[in-house]
């Protein structure tokens, strides 16, 4: 229990109004790595496909435009183990500074990368190349910046304080297709294709330069401070990780499956879907998206308190039956319904508010089942090592369970419902957490 009082109190002379600061600070951190990372899968169906991959077939120029798009995730395990293997030894604070700048950096020269069209194949390879550095900054930003908010919580606030980083996602995704909407109703198509989307990659640099600022007059954690104090930090992080918290760390990645399928499935494969495959404007879906980000904004904060009164779990678990089932309403109004107000609502209820209850508590969860002193290579392994499977794959699986579907949507609701099952199922399992 010792691990509990440690994570959950903060020092004598820190305030309500230290620890909110703090959680503003991770925000608006996390606010600029979602947007960089998201921009990227938001243009992935509307641009990179056609001019990183012409390869004169649809069906396989969007396959290999998301295979890029899935490597994003594939390197997040790398980053989280790297940087939680430092934070955990070192601190907290000065790995975000270092994550905020691989991030920024690499978006910014994907808006100033030549098209296949100029430099042939070298365009997908540098393509590709930034998109693993995003992968690896994103890997370990997402839980430093959570460790800051949890660990200066209150110990009955964890759950809203350790959200405040999750809705920095909602956040980037409703700049980031906002920004992708406003483009593409504003200007010409060609004009988009030539130098819109562009614009929207090299703008993320305005946002590291405030995101750096802030995290600059961040200080390190008083939870990390007792452990570093006490000469009880890790040796190798990562090994106790797997090795006394093997359990955990399973439970965990079953758990996290549902949110990476249910995001995916309706921020980034939605795109291709609705656009491509129904005909819907693409301004049209990229506002129902943007809408849904905006609504996510709110109800994750809402979700979380909840699990701070009636129990993580019980949220969590809830919530991932709930989005597991709702596939098969949505899907039906995407294929049958024909209007477009309805689309955009079903988007809205499935991404902006029942997913809040999976994303929202999902952050302190996580954190409470490791230690202090093993939190942040626990949370990057549990959260970024599931995002292989749950995230990265998820546009290439949707795709080609429509494309063996001819075209019809029910064999994705079948793969949603069974994944919110699975991970309704790992979260009755947990049992201790720190």
């Not at 390879?125 to 910046?145: D, F, S, Y």
């Not at 297709?177 to 614009?199: D, I, Y």
């Not at 795709?399 to 699975?422: E, S």
Request: a positive charge; hydrophobic letters at 50%; aromatic letters at 14%.
């Amino acid at each position: 229990m010792e691990a509990v009082e440690i994570a959950g109190s903060l020092p004598t002379d820190s305030s309500a109004r230290t620890a909110r600061s703090v959680a503003l600070a991770s925000l608006i951190g996390t606010t600029v790595e979602w947007y960089d990372f998201f921009l990227y899968g938001t243009i992935t169906g509307l641009v990179f496909d056609k001019l990183f991959f012409p390869t004169g077939n649809a069906f396989v120029s969007t396959m290999l435009a998301y295979t890029v798009y899935a490597v994003g995730f594939a390197t997040r395990p790398l980053g989280g183990v790297i940087f939680g293997h430092f934070g955990d030894r070192h601190g907290r604070k000065p790995l975000l500074v270092l994550t905020l700048s691989i991030m920024g950096v690499s978006t910014f020269l994907i808006g100033l990368l030549p098209t296949y069209a100029t430099i042939g194949v070298w365009a997908p390879v540098c393509l590709l190349l930034l998109r693993l550095l995003q992968g690896i900054g994103l890997g370990g930003e997402w839980g430093g910046a959570v460790l800051m908010a949890f660990e200066y919580a209150p110990r009955r606030r964890r759950g809203l304080y350790a959200s405040y980083p999750q809705i920095g996602l909602a956040v980037g995704l409703c700049l980031s297709s906002g920004v992708v909407a406003l483009l593409t109703s504003s200007m010409s198509a060609e004009a988009f294709m030539q130098w819109g989307w562009r614009a929207a990659f090299m703008a993320s640099i305005v946002l590291v330069g405030v995101g750096m600022f802030i995290r600059l007059r961040v200080v390190e954690t008083p939870a990390f401070t007792k452990v570093r104090d006490s000469h009880t930090v890790a040796r190798v992080p990562v090994k106790e990780v797997f090795g006394d918290y093997r359990k955990n760390v399973l439970l965990g990645w079953g758990a996290r499956y549902i949110d990476g399928v249910i995001f995916n499935t309706y921020a980034v494969f939605a795109l291709t879907y609705l656009i491509g495959v129904l005909h819907y404007s693409k301004a049209a879906v990229l506002s129902a998206i943007t809408l849904a980000a905006f609504v996510l904004i709110f109800t994750i904060p809402l979700a979380s308190r909840l699990s701070d009164q009636v129990g993580r779990r019980r949220v969590f678990g809830w919530g991932a039956l709930v989005c597991g089932l709702s596939a098969w309403p949505v899907f039906a109004i995407f294929h049958y319904s024909q209007s477009l107000g309805a689309v955009v609502g079903a988007i809205v209820i499935v991404l902006g508010v029942l997913y809040a209850f999976v994303y929202g508590p999902e952050a302190a969860l996580f954190c409470e089942l490791f230690d202090t002193r093993v939190r942040y290579s626990g949370i990057s392994v549990v959260y970024q090592i599931s995002g292989i499977v749950s995230s990265s794959i998820t546009p290439l699986v949707a795709t080609t369970l429509l494309h063996y579907g001819n075209q019809q949507p029910w064999w994705i609701a079948i793969y949603i419902t069974c994944v919110g099952a699975l991970s309704a199922t790992c979260t009755s399992l947990m049992r201790r957490t720190y």
